[in-house]
């Protein structure tokens, strides 16, 4: 079996046109939107759901109010969602919808889905040629790609979750901070980390969602777009130390936060996972106050 990326991810809102804003002011394609919510598609293919929290339909979150419902993750193949199926039903529900895809449950409770991968657009964020070509980009960011998820977890939690998605879904373990939490890829990505696991909170809830863009300047660019239409940052600009990227949070009123994110570690299986007794820190670097007035830490 192999699992390639977050595929789509299913948030139940309280104020849905809020939670619609927001996505479109953080950049994402809409391409449906009615009485049920909206759908926003990136370049990669990959999708944001926004319905409303008293939808009957959707799975419930172990963290109340507006949250995310559901992550859905992209299978290579028929055969990789036939084994993924074959896996979990030795000792869980394992739903099948209309069109195929699978929906069961984690080790924390959170609910997790498998679909084939959608089809995207190609997309490369190395810089094009200079020549003749002034800089000059649109003043806030269009997310190409969806590049990890978070959620906190009870400490003493840890152990049974690792070995739920590492030994029955095959996911890599890349780093993981003994006092903090873990980071894990997907079979099919090189990236740092797909999906992280925070041990800080004493119960499950969900963190939040990363969105990659092209650089440090669409950060900035966007992020400055997301604070003059009112949307509160949750970090400084940043780069973190595990993973390397580049970051920006904001808090985000379907549930958790956003992060802006750019020129994140690549890991293949040569890579030898790093084991930390204490967490070497947040942040490489961070913009102070001094160095950027309109940043607010928290």
Request: proline fraction near 5%.
């Amino acid at each position: 079996m192999k699992i390639m990326r977050v595929e789509s991810l299913v948030y139940g809102v309280e104020d849905v046109e809020s939670g619609i804003r927001y996505y479109e002011d953080w950049g994402l394609p809409c391409v449906e939107r009615g009485a049920l919510g909206a759908e926003f598609r990136m370049p990669s293919g990959q999708s944001i759901l926004i319905r409303p929290a008293s939808d009957a339909a959707l799975p419930a979150a172990p963290d109340g109010g507006s949250t995310l419902r559901e992550a859905i993750w992209g299978v290579e193949d028929a055969a990789s969602l036939e084994a993924i199926g074959a896996e979990l039903a030795r000792d869980r529900e394992v739903r099948t919808d209309s069109r195929g895809g699978l929906h069961a449950r984690d080790e924390a409770g959170f609910a997790i889905g498998f679909r084939p991968l959608s089809k995207g657009t190609k997309t490369d964020a190395a810089a094009a040629s200079r020549m003749n070509h002034p800089f000059d980009p649109e003043r806030r960011a269009r997310p190409t790609r969806l590049g990890h998820i978070v959620y906190n977890i009870p400490e003493q939690w840890i152990e049974k979750v690792l070995a739920f998605y590492l030994e029955r879904l095959k996911f890599r373990l890349t780093d993981r901070a003994l006092d903090t939490g873990a980071f894990m890829r997907c079979a099919g990505s090189t990236d740092h980390h797909n999906l992280f696991f925070a041990t800080r909170y004493d119960r499950p809830s969900f963190n939040h969602a990363a969105f990659e863009v092209r650089d440090i300047d669409e950060i900035i660019l966007g992020g400055k777009y997301m604070k003059s239409r009112g949307w509160q940052a949750n970090s400084p600009v940043g780069r973190h130390i595990l993973g390397s990227n580049l970051f920006w949070y904001f808090n985000n009123p379907c549930g958790g936060r956003t992060e802006y994110f750019a020129d994140m570690d690549q890991m293949d299986d040569n890579w030898k996972p790093r084991v930390w007794e204490k967490n070497p820190g947040f942040a490489m670097w961070m913009l102070e106050k001094a160095d950027a007035p309109e940043l607010t830490r928290i």
